[in-house]
T-cell receptor, first 113, second 113 residues
């Protein structure tokens, strides 16, 4: 069943500011978490992932934080740019079905110029 | 290194016809996944295949839907006798041995008239 959800469906952010997108999951067996970006008419694009043995991972302008105690995941985007406007999905997998990604409903990020 | 390829990108069918969706995984990947996305929603897992084997089809409707990944050629998702409720975006992803990152194709948007 559905194990992942996002706190807010939409986020409006000023260009140059930092963005934070939140996600909650319910499956205690989940041990792999991933963020995707989906632009209109396109497929999900991998951004960053993290495994349960870590609580923070950084990429280029992005940071993912994992709090296993409260089953919370967040994506931080530094210096948000117009090209960051998209729908962002978190997904998780784990346990015996470690191949089956469960997606949240998505957060639509709009960057204001 | 080409990414995941899907065709057709758009498919229009009348009720009762058959739809065939194709997916070629990334080079070196032998694990393929199909997901369905309804408007304003996240992706839902349908089926997981390896070469010539269906590993998990728990997310796929028991009737009218079938999937294959032959030894040679792309993976095929087949929907027989389509109904309007089948209208959705169908995405294919591929990976190395799970739990590896799944990379998505551009999707096939199916419209049933």
């Amino acid at each position: 069943g559905e194990s992942v959800g996002l706190h807010l469906p939409t986020l409006s952010v000023q260009e140059g500011d930092n963005s934070i997108i939140n996600c909650a999951y319910s499956n205690s067996a989940s041990d792999y978490f991933i963020w995707y970006k989906q632009e209109s008419g396109k497929g999900p694009q991998f951004i960053i992932d993290i495994r349960s043995n870590m609580d923070k991972r950084q990429g280029q302008r992005v940071t993912v934080l994992l709090n296993k105690t409260v089953k919370h995941l967040s994506l931080q985007i530094a210096a948000t740019q117009p090209g960051d406007s998209a729908v962002y999905f978190c997904a998780d997998s784990g346990g015996s079905n470690d191949y089956k990604l469960s997606f949240g409903a998505g957060t639509t990020v709009t960057v204001r110029a | 290194n080409a990414g995941v390829m899907q065709n057709p990108r758009h498919l229009v069918r009348r009720r009762g016809q058959e739809a065939r969706l194709r997916c070629s995984p990334m080079k070196g990947h032998s694990h393929v996944y199909w997901y369905r996305q309804l408007p304003e929603e996240g992706l839902k897992f349908m089926v997981y295949l390896q070469k010539e084997n269906i590993i998990d089809e728990s997310g796929m409707p028991k009737e009218r839907f079938s999937a294959e990944f032959p030894k040679e050629g792309p993976s095929i998702l087949r929907i027989q006798q389509v109904v309007r409720g089948d209208s959705a975006a169908y995405f294919c992803a591929s990976s190395g041995t799970p739990p590896e990152t799944q990379y998505f194709g551009p999707g096939t948007r199916l419209l049933v008239l």
